[in-house]
């Protein structure tokens, strides 16, 4: 993070429309950096937004209220403007702890705005809503149907009343220094939908208090049906009229009062609604969403609600005309979105048998997400998408540090990691490509070895997106290494998918090229765990079974393939070798010598090497798409808590130095429009 650029502070950027607004912001090329006390939201929304926009987020579990650890934030980066989401929400609640409500929405606006001032930041959008408006049919002649901004507010609860209060704090000081605020209020009226993605979406705690979420919940079976207050209102169908928008549509309303107050030379104060201006009933809505589920789901009609009204629909024509946005997306279209999110993600955020907490002492940026499925236990940190425990049975079967800082010591020996761009060795720390020579870093003698310095085990991956289908986990990182970085051309998109179910482990590769910059890259993935079935600190006396016996023969001292591929004396096809202080290996053993693809996700998956030890029964296989694997005995290890055999690596890839070989080339040259791919399993009996 630079702190000459300058950014946008969203507080409550966690939330359900902040969240989305995230999206749009860095789309439109903004940085960002969100606070968010985490009260109403998770962080599993930030992972994810950072996952959909390929971009790091800097994110403050900071309470607002907390003006010094404000301030801080304030201090480390240069804030140009604010989005204001942070508040309760809940009406209902807001009527029981009515204190909680004053002291969280206005008292935490009062503290950021005391910031902002002190700070010198005097442009904020502030998330008000059409509550604020009150019982617009109390004027009895319609006249205030559809709400224009002028209605005279008259809010009816506490949160409304929070947010009116905000407007009028606003107001008073925009007016204390009328050539320096600016201030843009938006009434928001009913958001619904959801990233059409699929990966972020509102997520309520408890019951929903909205009918879309509520409905969602029907449809997915967390909820016997749905309660229709009222059918007796004069509307077409008896039930009321609101004006649901589109939460993409809302979120880009920021982006529009952003850009108005960016463009306008003095300061200002304006209220805008952000609405369609199209009431819809809540039958209307019903159907919507009951075409976009396929069938009609179970309701009744029940009583009207105490504080319902009829109609509730904005005059976004201020909007439309000033800020010059409109609200495009159809209701349709927005229950066709939160069905996706439901789908994909039928319990929000949240997944069972799957929990992560802090991997670092500071931030949360390096995870350490923990999946549980029958006998297999598997952890994974962001830092290099890496393995930090897999268990079969209670049995640790990896080499691994306890916290994320040990991982960055300069001895640890690649555990766990993920290996990129190009993994094992290219001679000499240089290569070609399309007659241009691009040199490495050298950080094996002569050589760049595991992608240099800064390679994919060195970064905190983004995400990480999990699911979990019919018993099954799926769980997505991503990095995207620039143009350049360890001496790389072009930027490379990588998600590594693993797939979690109880008896096995796999781990899928894709990486392509993202933009124009270059025609072509090399790029060779794998994943460098350490294995030890021993539950002992060597690996002595672990049989390994061998399925493949040719191997690339290597110079003696430069440890670089001579070219030939020729049998490794010393192994034979199925036969086990009894792994002790003398069976040295650090070979590459060839699966395919003919291989040429750069996407190998289509062959059979073959399993290459088996292992088990005599103290344990567990018989673990690994299997691989590619063309060749490394097996490691682990001699060069010296680190923290592990010294040389206290675990083996299989390493499957593409063929060490390929580049540097007419006949194996092709199986790292990434071209633009191709895709790199790759398939490793770990299954365990
Ligand atoms: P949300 O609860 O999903 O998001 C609000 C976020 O603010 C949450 O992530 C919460 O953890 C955070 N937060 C709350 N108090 C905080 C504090 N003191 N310090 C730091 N973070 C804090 O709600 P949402 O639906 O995304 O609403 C966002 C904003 O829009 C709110 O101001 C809300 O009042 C307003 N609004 C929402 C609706 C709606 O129907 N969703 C309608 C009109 C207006």
């Given at each position: 993070m630079s702190s000459q650029q300058e950014y946008i502070l969203v507080t409550g950027g966690a939330g359900y429309i902040g969240s989305h607004t995230v999206v749009e912001l860095v789309n439109s090329g903004q940085n960002v950096v969100i606070v968010d006390s985490l009260v109403n939201s998770s962080y599993d929304a930030v992972a994810r937004v950072e996952f959909l926009t390929q971009t790091a987020i800097p994110f403050f579990d900071i309470d607002i209220r907390d003006s010094e650890k404000l301030s801080e934030v304030f201090k480390q980066y240069k804030i140009k403007g604010v989005v204001h989401f942070a508040s309760l929400k809940a009406v209902g609640e807001s009527t029981q702890i009515p204190l909680s409500y004053y002291d969280n929405n206005v008292n935490g606006t009062i503290s950021l705005l005391n910031v902002m001032k002190e700070n010198k930041v005097k442009s904020i959008v502030f998330s008000s809503s059409a509550t604020v408006y009150g019982d617009v049919t109390r004027f009895g002649d319609n006249s205030m149907i559809p709400i224009p901004e002028n209605c005279p507010s008259d809010p009816t609860n506490p949160y409304g009343r929070s947010k009116f209060m905000i407007e009028s704090i606003l107001k008073d000081i925009h007016s204390s220094d009328e050539s320096n605020w600016k201030v843009a209020i938006l009434r928001y009226f009913n958001p619904i939908g959801a990233h059409p993605s699929g990966l972020i979406g509102e997520d309520p705690l408890g019951t929903p208090n909205n009918l879309l979420p509520y409905l969602a919940q029907v449809a997915i079976g967390r909820r016997e049906k749905l309660s229709i207050f009222g059918n007796d209102y004069a509307s077409h169908d008896g039930t009321p009229i609101r004006d649901y928008i589109h939460v993409v549509d809302l979120a880009k309303g920021h982006i529009a009062a952003l850009g108005y107050l960016a463009k306008n030379t003095g300061g200002l104060y304006r209220e805008w609604n952000l609405g369609t201006g199209k009431g819809s009933t809540v039958f209307d809505v019903y159907h919507a969403f009951s075409k976009a589920v396929g069938k009609e789901l179970p309701y009744e009609v029940v009583a009207r609600r105490a504080g319902d009204v009829l109609d509730l629909t904005a005059n976004p024509a201020r909007a439309n005309k000033e800020l010059e946005w409109k609200a495009e997306l159809s209701i349709e279209q927005a229950c066709a979105d939160l069905w996706k999110w439901t789908v994909q993600n039928p319990t929000g955020f949240k997944v069972e048998g799957y929990e992560w907490k802090k991997f670092e002492k500071v931030g949360l940026e390096n995870r350490l997400h923990s999946f549980t499925n029958g006998p297999l236990t598997i952890a994974l940190a962001n830092r290099g998408a890496l393995i930090q425990d897999l268990s079969f049975n209670g049995e640790h079967l990896v080499n691994a540090f306890d916290n994320g800082e040990d991982y960055k010591l300069p001895t640890n020996p690649y555990f766990g990691t993920n290996i990129g761009r190009v993994a094992n060795r290219i001679a000499n720390a240089e290569f070609q490509l399309n007659g241009k020579t691009y040199h490495l870093p050298k950080n094996e003698n002569q050589n760049s070895l595991h992608?240099?310095?800064?390679?994919?085990?060195?970064v905190n991956w983004l995400g990480p997106i999990v699911r979990k289908k019919e018993g099954v986990f799926t769980v997505e990182f991503l990095i995207v290494e620039k143009d350049g970085t360890n001496g790389y051309p072009g930027d490379l998109k990588t998600i590594i998918k693993y797939t979690i179910d109880s008896s096995s482990v796999q781990l899928e590769y894709e990486a392509e090229l993202i933009n124009d910059k270059v025609d072509a890259t090399i790029v060779n993935l794998t994943n460098h765990s350490y294995f030890n079935l021993s539950g002992e600190p060597t690996t002595d006396d672990t049989d390994v079974t061998l399925f493949y016996d040719q191997y690339m023969k290597v110079d003696d001292v430069s440890l670089l393939p001579t070219g030939d591929i020729v049998k490794f004396e010393g192994v034979t096809v199925g036969q086990p070798i009894h792994l002790d202080k003398d069976a040295f290996f650090d070979y590459c053993y060839i699966v395919d010598k003919d291989a040429t693809q750069i996407d190998t996700r289509g062959n059979e998956l073959k399993p290459v090497l088996q292992a088990t030890h005599p103290r344990t029964t567990t018989k673990f296989v690994f299997s691989t798409t590619e063309p060749s694997f490394q097996f490691y005995t682990g001699d060069g290890v010296n680190t923290k808590g592990f010294t040389k055999r206290s675990g083996f690596c299989v390493e499957p890839a593409r063929?060490?130095?390929?580049?540097?070989f007419d006949k194996w080339a092709s199986q790292v040259i990434l071209k633009k429009g191709e895709k790199w791919g790759g398939i490793t399993k770990y299954s365990f009996s």
């Open positions: 992608g240099g310095s800064l390679g994919f085990d060195k063929f060490v130095n390929a580049i540097h």
